[in-house]
């Protein structure tokens, strides 16, 4: 298959436009259904999506024919994968607060996906990949922490957001690989129809039988369709052009989309800190892609 670097490029950052949304979607609706079920129904209404979704643009892909060769080992690791991160992400940011828990959680996952990757494939990323992700993940400690929110260190929390940054960079590596062999939205599919079936249980026994407003029905139905279905359907054809890590690194474009909206839409006033850090995270998005595409014109 003939990959564009750059279609991988973009693809990931519209992916994490979608993903930015997320933190001003659960601010329009009342905070009373636990996080738990947030990050369980909107894998479940992510799986509900591709069942048309599919039927639509590739009906063929849903014959018993075609699901039997689909790589399901593969997809059975991406799915605890994808649960793990959702409920590992959900618990490690209530422990630790809104500010560390996602610096960490977002911050570990290139570290993490450039060390797996290395061990993985014998291909560690260049030196100027490292210093565009350490400049990046700097810049979002930098914007969380000034966010103002106080700080708190919880032993448990910070495992648990290292636990989602390590789930996540799995994923993308299981993700990168079986996409170079299979129909993107069928993987992807399948992945998240598999995550939404062990992250379900998990969460009434964790949080018992949720009670949902419409407000918080209309919050989770975005985040499943948009924030999720469509924007992981975007990184999984993304994966096909760039390295597994790329894609890891480029998602630190998410807190980028948060902190306009914040201001735009909620009402915030960050403070010079917090736009220095911003800055620090497009300057280290920017040396990213330049080594990955350095690195495609060398292959």
Aim: contains cysteine; charged residues 5%.
């Amino acid at each position: 298959m003939k990959t564009n670097p750059l279609h991988g490029v973009l693809m990931v950052l519209a992916a994490a436009l979608l993903w930015g949304t997320t933190g001003t979607a659960q601010s329009l609706a009342p905070a009373q259904l636990s996080s738990y079920w947030v990050g369980s129904l909107r894998l479940l209404v992510a799986a509900l999506f591709f069942v048309p979704w599919l039927a639509v643009t590739d009906r063929p892909a849903l014959t018993q024919r075609s699901l039997a060769v689909l790589p399901w080992r593969g997809i059975g690791v991406a799915a605890v994968c994808m649960c793990g991160y959702n409920l590992a992400f959900f618990a490690g940011v209530r422990a630790s607060g809104v500010a560390v828990g996602t610096a960490i959680a977002l911050g570990s996952g290139p570290i993490w996906a450039g060390l797996l990757q290395a061990m993985a494939v014998r291909r560690a990323p260049p030196v100027a990949w490292w210093l565009g992700t350490g400049l990046a993940v700097a810049g979002i400690a930098t914007m969380m922490v000034s966010s103002g929110t106080a700080a708190r260190l919880s032993a448990f929390g910070v495992v648990m957001c290292l636990a989602a940054g390590l789930s996540y960079a799995v994923y993308a590596l299981v993700n990168k690989q079986m996409v170079s062999s299979a129909p993107a939205g069928v993987v992807t599919a399948a992945v998240f129809v598999m995550a939404a079936a062990l992250a379900l249980p998990v969460a009434l026994l964790l949080a018992g039988v949720p009670r949902i407003t419409s407000n918080e029905l209309a919050v989770v139905a975005w985040l499943g369709v948009m924030s999720t279905a469509v924007a992981y359907l975007l990184f999984s054809h993304a994966l096909r052009h760039i390295s597994g890590a790329t894609g890891v690194a480029l998602a630190l474009a998410e807190p980028v989309t948060a902190f306009v909206l914040a201001i735009v839409i909620v009402g915030e006033r960050p403070g010079w800190l917090a736009f220095g850090g911003l800055i620090a995270v497009l300057a280290g998005l920017v040396v990213v892609v330049r080594s990955e595409l350095n690195e495609a014109a060398l292959k």
